[in-house]
């Protein structure tokens, strides 16, 4: 595709609720990142994808947290039992690893989680 | 993983030449100086990436001094849409051969007419 797509765009639920975010990455990217940008604050890492496995989930706030890849492409994002300190802008990025150089990461538009 | 420190925000006006600079006193040798600029209600946007001297592409350039404990990104000739935040990164390979992007608060450049 052109770019890093993600859905829905934004999202207001209420406390308890799940929710599930969507990023489509850039086709032939084998890389897939997500991070989270509370109000006024940087960009924290939450997970990293390789193919379908994730070797690196360390960001991820607490079990509520979950992802999942299918296919190399797709990925979701899921939070259970959503709080409000869950709002916050989730950012998906994707990458075409190459190991010679650190790989620019191409970020999507973000999800707009509000939870009341 | 290197912690830089940049200034929290700067004003321009149209025209004039930016320069931002990070400090990255715990750089490590493997490391690179990587840029990325946010635009409100959207996803950070690489600028540019340097490991050493200068480098410039169609957007900026980056400075980087011998002992790569700082660097500087220079927007040359502003213009009212470069007002974003420009985010400073030291990026480090992990063990597993990946980038995990650790992001500060950034320098938040508002351009004046």
């Known amino acids: 595709g052109a770019g890093v797509s993600q859905s829905p765009s934004n999202k207001v639920t209420e406390k308890g609720k799940d929710v599930e975010l969507r990023c489509d990455p850039i086709?032939?990217?084998?890389?897939l990142y997500w991070y989270r940008q509370s109000l006024g604050q940087g960009l924290e890492f939450l997970i990293y994808?390789?193919?379908?496995?994730?070797?690196?989930k360390s960001g991820l706030p607490s079990d509520r947290f979950s992802a999942e890849r299918t296919g190399g492409s797709v990925s979701t994002l899921t939070i259970q039992r959503t709080q409000q300190e869950d709002s916050a802008v989730y950012l998906c990025?994707?990458?075409?690893?190459?190991?010679?150089?650190?790989?620019?990461?191409?970020f999507g538009p973000g999800t707009r989680l509000l939870v009341l | 993983l290197a912690k830089t420190t940049q200034p929290i925000s700067m004003d321009s006006y149209e025209g004039q030449e930016v320069n931002i600079t990070c400090s990255h006193n715990?750089?490590?040798?493997?490391?690179?100086i990587t840029w990325y600029q946010q635009f409100p209600s959207q996803g950070p946007r690489f600028i540019i990436q340097?490991?050493?001297t200068k480098v410039t592409n169609e957007v900026a350039s980056l400075f980087i001094p011998a002992d790569r404990k700082s660097s500087t990104l220079s927007l040359p000739r502003v213009s009212l849409s470069d007002t974003a935040v420009y985010y400073c990164?030291?990026?480090?390979?992990?063990?597993?051969?990946?980038?995990?992007?650790?992001f500060g608060a950034g320098t938040r450049l508002a351009v004046h007419p």
């Open positions: 715990n750089i490590a040798t493997n490391d690179y």
């Open positions: 340097g490991y050493k």
């Open positions: 990025a994707s990458s075409f690893a190459d190991r010679g150089l650190p790989e620019t990461q191409y």
């Open positions: 994808f390789q193919g379908n496995s994730a070797p690196d």
């Open positions: 086709s032939g990217h084998t890389a």
């Open positions: 990164l030291v990026v480090s390979w992990t063990e597993g051969g990946y980038n995990k992007l650790i």
